[in-house]
């Protein structure tokens, strides 16, 4: 079964305008994290923002928020008035237990900022 | 230099040739990764070290042979490749142990291209 599902292959948002992109996960592990990368057409992956498993509060970083949901095991990534630098692929992961344990990642989304 | 450097950022090789990947992190972490991207599949993980020492290895083939001969360094050795190891590999590394869970910072990848 995989443990990281992104079910948008590819997304749409008008510029300024806020977007949601879906992530559910699996786990039976009580301590994991999900974090959210960025990858623009130059192929780097940017870490934007993490949400522990014991974490209570949603974790936010500037226009980046999560919307973390334990019981229904989906950790949404929320982008808020988008730019149009905001265009690339976006994968979710987790990685589980403790130490530099396994991660895994989703399949991703492409989001695409339109002027 | 900072983050995570790799080289070299693109790289041709044939089937019988031998050549190795560098990545190198400048943060000060105990943990590195290998990555492999190619087209239309998630991100998978080959190998995790820490502290130098390689706790994963996601059934890599042979032809594949990681070396870390420290905590900065990591090496990916290759020989006698086949076309369908093309592909975008990635480097990262995280603080590892102590606070679980870390992010990953990320190289810019090298580009493969098995002829």
């Known amino acids: 079964a995989q443990k990281i599902t992104q079910t948008q292959p590819g997304m749409f948002v008008q510029e300024k305008e806020a977007v949601t992109l879906d992530c559910t996960y699996d786990?039976?592990?009580?301590?994991?994290?999900l974090f959210w990368y960025k990858q623009p057409s130059s192929g780097e992956m940017i870490f934007l923002i993490y949400?522990?498993?014991?974490?209570?509060q949603n974790a936010t970083e500037g226009r980046y928020s999560l919307n973390f949901q334990k019981a229904r095991k989906s950790a949404n990534l929320v982008i808020s008035a988008s730019q149009l630098g905001d265009s690339a692929m976006y994968f979710c992961?987790?990685?589980?237990?403790?130490?530099?344990?396994?991660?895994?990642f989703g399949d991703g989304t492409t989001l695409t900022v339109k002027p | 230099e900072t983050g995570v450097t790799q080289t070299p950022r693109h790289l041709v090789m044939g089937m019988t040739n031998k050549k190795s990947l560098k990545c190198e992190q400048h943060?000060?972490?105990?943990?590195m990764y290998w990555y492999k991207q190619s087209a239309k599949k998630p991100l998978e993980l080959m190998f995790v070290?820490?502290?130098?020492?390689?706790?994963e290895n996601n059934s890599v083939p042979s032809r594949f042979s990681p070396e870390c001969p420290n905590s900065s360094h990591l090496f990916l050795h290759l020989h006698t490749l086949q076309p369908e190891d093309s592909a975008l590999y990635l480097c990262?590394?995280?603080?590892?142990?102590?606070?679980?869970?870390?992010?990953?910072?990320f190289g810019p990848g090298t580009r493969l291209t098995v002829t």
């Open positions: 990262a590394s995280s603080q590892g142990t102590g606070r679980p869970l870390h992010e990953q910072y």
């Open positions: 786990t039976s592990d009580q301590s994991y994290g």
């Open positions: 949400q522990g498993s014991y974490d209570e």
């Open positions: 992961a987790m990685r589980e237990g403790t130490n530099a344990g396994k991660s895994t």
């Open positions: 943060l000060g972490h105990n943990a």
């Open positions: 070290y820490n502290f130098k020492e390689q706790t």
